[in-house]
């Protein structure tokens, strides 16, 4: 299995950047596909991006063309980069990997990171 840890949250006002970051540790980070999601007070859990094993991404409509996930296997680290950020950004960011190939859903996702907040402010 595999253990994830995410940082970068912060405050930031809407139209900046940030950059999130999760660490892997445990089984090899390059045999699984990876991705974040994440959850806004009172709301569900929802899909932001994934990129599988070799790189091929995918996003959420919301997301598409302002965020960018990427890996470094031989760091064992997963990013994920966010511009133009707008007030309805505001959650709690996870990373969470999975066995078998590209899924949106959660429950598709075995390991999960802690979260990190991210909070937008207009």
């Known amino acids: 299995q595999v253990q994830l840890v995410e940082s970068g949250g912060g405050l930031v006002q809407a139209g900046g950047s940030l950059r999130l970051s999760c660490a892997a540790s445990?089984?090899?980070?390059?045999?699984?596909?990876m991705a974040w999601f994440r959850q806004a007070p009172g709301k569900d859990r929802e899909f932001v991006a994934h990129?599988?094993?070799?790189?091929?991404?995918y996003y959420a409509d919301s997301v598409k063309d302002r965020f960018t996930i990427s890996r470094d296997n031989a760091k064992a680290m997963l990013y994920l980069q966010m511009n133009s950020l707008k007030p309805q950004d505001t959650a709690v960011y996870y990373c969470?990997?999975?066995?078998?190939?590209?899924?949106?859903?959660?429950?598709?996702?075995?390991?999960w990171g802690q979260g990190t907040q991210v909070t937008v402010s207009s």
């Open positions: 969470a990997a999975r066995d078998g190939i590209y899924s949106r859903t959660i429950s598709d996702y075995a390991y």
């Open positions: 990129i599988s094993r070799s790189g091929i991404t």
């Open positions: 445990g089984r090899t980070f390059s045999s699984y596909p």
